[in-house]
């Protein structure tokens, strides 16, 4: 595989992957979710050119093993990532690594917590601990230049519990020396992207220690960057899979294959690209939220039809996401619920999305490349200009 150029590597990546056989086993796993997971490994590869060169059945059984979990592969959100490796051999294969937003979330959707948050200490401050309650507070005041010693995590559980530790980077490197055997991998996350190691290190033990995390998902997660992992599902060999070619459907045709074909041509002949310069794809948040108000001003309401399709299509795009969904809807549209979302607007989500014909041979519609990586830069955005953007 690793002599090929990248795009050949990426295009029989994305042909494995797409196979009915890996689908099928994704969809043993995650039922009718199986198409999102899928489609973040290659998002990942996608953003990565030395995960082009890792072997396709390596990239999804690492997706395979983030979806057991239910976390995405896809970068911009860091729930979990796919890291190339050397083999003994001098090939590459990727394997998994859960990231510290990743376990967050696996955290918060048991329902048993308030709030998990992961906060850096700085030179200046000193971390107190209140001997009978054992609670910690921050005292002191922040050195100029600013510079970070440590991390304190905390969380709160609905029931009442709040627990905090505190690590300094010291003691977080020296966890991490004796439990993570990818510690000193070139490639590993302890040397690629320490503060994000940092974050899972204190977090993980914090959880552990004190709080709750589904039993199956405990059992699979590891502190280890590169653990052994049995799964009952086994994906085929390279040679094994059925190859099919994926023929997007036309944008313009979308709405007759879907028996839209009453609606008026102008209704969706109004571009989203005024000028190629500011409304290449994919575009930012702020210029797509700009786009679909100029399309939406001009459309027809849509009808039930298109209704139905656009909520099924943010629903699976954001599968149990259901935050990051009314992030993303109150971003773009003004309204966080999607039943307030007017039709005219709807119409332009529509017409935006331009759907494609699934690959797995199931008859339903998912969203393009473009629009979903754009709905989860809306998604972020939101955050950001809430001020609640986490530290990645």
Same mark, same amino acid.
């Not at 000193?184 to 220690?209: F, Q």
């Not at 849509?302 to 149990?320: P, S």
């Given at each position: 595989m690793t002599d090929l150029v990248p795009y050949q590597n990426y295009k029989e990546i994305v042909s494995y992957g797409r196979s009915p056989e890996v689908m099928e086993t994704f969809s043993r796993l995650v039922g009718r979710n199986a198409p999102h997971y899928v489609q973040s490994a290659i998002i990942a590869v996608q953003a990565n050119d030395r995960l082009m060169q890792c072997t396709p059945k390596s990239i999804f059984r690492s997706a395979l093993r983030a979806a057991t979990l239910r976390l995405s592969c896809d970068p911009a959100l860091g729930h979990a990532w796919l890291v190339p490796y050397k083999t003994k051999n001098g090939g590459l294969e990727a394997q998994f690594q859960a990231g510290w937003k990743g376990i967050q979330h696996m955290a918060l959707r048991t329902g048993k917590y308030r709030y998990i948050n992961v906060s850096p200490v700085y030179e200046g401050e000193e971390v107190v601990e209140d001997r009978i309650t054992g609670s910690l507070r921050i005292e002191g005041e922040i050195m100029s230049p600013k510079k970070e010693k440590g991390l304190i995590a905390s969380f709160a559980l609905l029931s009442g519990l709040q627990k905090s530790i505190y690590m300094t980077h010291e003691e977080l490197d020296a966890h991490g020396q004796r439990y993570s055997?990818?510690?000193?991998?070139? /490639?590993?996350?302890?040397?690629?992207?320490?503060?994000?190691?940092?974050?899972?290190?204190?977090?993980?033990? !914090? !959880?552990?220690?004190?709080?709750?995390? /589904?039993?199956?998902?405990?059992?699979? !997660?590891?502190d280890d960057d590169d653990p052994e992992y049995v799964s009952d599902l086994e994906l085929p060999e390279e040679t094994e899979v059925t190859i099919i070619e994926h023929t997007p459907v036309p944008a313009e045709k979308v709405n007759k294959l879907l028996g839209f074909d009453d609606d008026e041509p102008e209704d969706v002949s109004v571009p989203l690209e005024p000028t190629k310069s500011k409304y290449a794809r994919p575009m930012s948040p702020e210029t797509l939220r700009e786009a679909l108000q100029t399309k939406a001003a001009k459309?027809?309401?849509?009808?039930?039809?298109?209704?139905?399709?656009?909520?099924?299509?943010?629903?699976?795009?954001?599968? /149990?996401? /259901?935050d990051e969904r009314h992030q993303a809807q109150e971003y773009l549209t003004g309204h966080k619920t999607f039943s307030d979302i007017e039709p005219e607007m709807i119409s332009a989500l529509l017409d935006w999305m331009k759907p494609e014909k699934n690959p797995d041979g199931s008859g339903a519609y998912i969203l393009n490349k473009d629009a979903k990586t754009e709905l989860t830069m809306a998604a972020r955005r939101f955050m950001v200009d809430l001020g609640q953007e986490p530290v990645f």
């Open positions: 055997k990818g510690y000193n991998k070139a /490639d590993g996350i302890w040397t690629t992207n320490k503060p994000a190691a940092y974050h899972k290190t204190i977090l993980l033990k !914090l !959880l552990r220690t004190y709080g709750y995390l /589904d039993p199956s998902d405990a059992a699979i !997660l590891s459309a027809k309401p849509a009808n039930e039809k298109q209704i139905n399709l656009v909520r099924v299509l943010l629903l699976e795009h954001f599968a /149990d996401r /259901d």
